[in-house]
């Protein structure tokens, strides 16, 4: 049995469907990221989840309860937000303690407990500070602190990390990732930064207009995204269209035939399909032995330090290919033609 299901939630604001029958199971321990843009609904689920709104259909099972008209207070989630939302009157002792308080536990169980957290996030030193004595990367973590010390049943985390800068959030989604792994927590992230989602989960939801567009692995999510929306949104990705000359995978790029990997079921012979090609799947300089080449030109080249990555016109197409940079490296200029080599098993059929 799943730990905690969602099943088929929709979620209005007046006219606006901002949830739209989505489905996710979740086992005990997971850490799950939702991807996706601005205002796809990312939020609006956790905020489900966490019980601040109710959907406007579905179910939410927790460990076998169903919590979807529960009250938040009674559903032993801990939530982390934003912005870092610490009592700014307290210190980080009574922050932490908060939860413990509210839930009338005793006194000595309490320092007990708030210990243990502050040992967790290695702010021990600090119990006696207020938030505006510490940096947002220290408040973050007291506010990770403050969400677990009631021993929640799942942790969910809302664009954590987004309000600091690039180095702590590095340094503190691997520490979010550590202590989550340590405590066996089952675990939601909301983010919209794709490196953040692939680097910290076990399993990435991507969203789009409120619906689940995929959800897999992070190595499934980069290289076999399902529809052009995931192949766009995570990661670098070259699109190119062909003409489908038989549904047994043959299509037309340009003047060449390519025999794909797999068959063309949502395409007739005669239409137009999407292909993706990932920027390391290409070479321009002949060393990759793929079974198929692209007459093309090249339009731009952009160094990039370990890469050089070069921008080029395929069938009309413009796409990116890059190329490691060693001393022997040598790529044809702007202006020059260049054949374009990979592996037809490379290319990925999209779905609309
Ligand atoms: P972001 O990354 O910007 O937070 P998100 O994917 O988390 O985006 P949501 O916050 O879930 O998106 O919002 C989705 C849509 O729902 C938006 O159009 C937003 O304006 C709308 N929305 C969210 N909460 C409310 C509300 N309480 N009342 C009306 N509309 C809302």
Request: neutral net charge; charged residues 20%.
């Amino acid at each position: 049995m799943n730990f905690l299901r969602i099943a088929a939630v929709s979620k209005s604001f007046g006219a606006n469907h901002v949830v739209k029958e989505f489905n996710l199971d979740i086992d005990k321990g997971e850490f799950i990221s939702f991807l996706g843009p601005s205002g796809c609904g990312k939020t609006t689920v956790l905020r489900m989840v966490a019980g601040f709104e109710t959907p406007s259909a579905g179910r939410i099972v927790l460990n076998g309860e169903d919590i979807t008209a529960l009250p938040s207070r009674q559903r032993n989630i801990g939530m982390v937000f934003q912005a870092y939302a610490l009592f700014p009157n307290m210190n980080v002792f009574d922050n932490v303690a908060f939860g413990l308080k509210v839930a009338g536990q005793p006194k000595a169980e309490i320092a007990a407990r708030v210990s243990e957290m502050l040992k967790l996030i290695h702010l021990e030193h600090l119990a006696d500070r207020y938030p505006y004595q510490m940096s947002g990367g220290q408040q973050q973590r007291v506010a990770l602190a403050r969400a677990l010390a009631p021993r929640p049943q799942v942790l969910l985390l809302d664009e954590p990390l987004s309000a600091l800068d690039a180095k702590i959030r590095v340094s503190l989604r691997e520490e979010i990732r550590h202590i989550q792994r340590q405590l066996g927590i089952t675990t939601i992230f909301v983010t919209h930064d794709q490196e953040e989602a692939l680097s910290i989960s076990d399993r990435i939801v991507v969203m789009n207009g409120g619906r689940a567009d995929q959800i897999g692995v992070p190595a499934d999510i980069y290289n076999r995204p399902a529809t052009r929306f995931v192949a766009s949104f995570v990661g670098t990705l070259n699109m190119i269209e062909a003409t489908v000359l038989d549904q047994s995978g043959t299509v037309k790029i340009g003047e060449t035939v390519v025999s794909l990997p797999e068959p063309i079921v949502h395409r007739q012979q005669g239409e137009t399909v999407s292909l993706a090609l990932r920027p390391e799947a290409g070479s321009l300089t002949g060393d990759l032995r793929g079974d198929t080449a692209l007459p093309g030109k090249v339009l731009s080249t952009h160094f990039l330090g370990s890469v050089i990555r070069t921008k080029l016109d395929v069938a009309g197409h413009q796409v990116s290919f890059d190329t490691f940079n060693g001393p022997e490296t040598r790529l044809p200029a702007a202006g020059e033609p260049a054949t374009l080599r990979f592996a037809a098993r490379d290319l990925l059929v999209l779905q609309d």
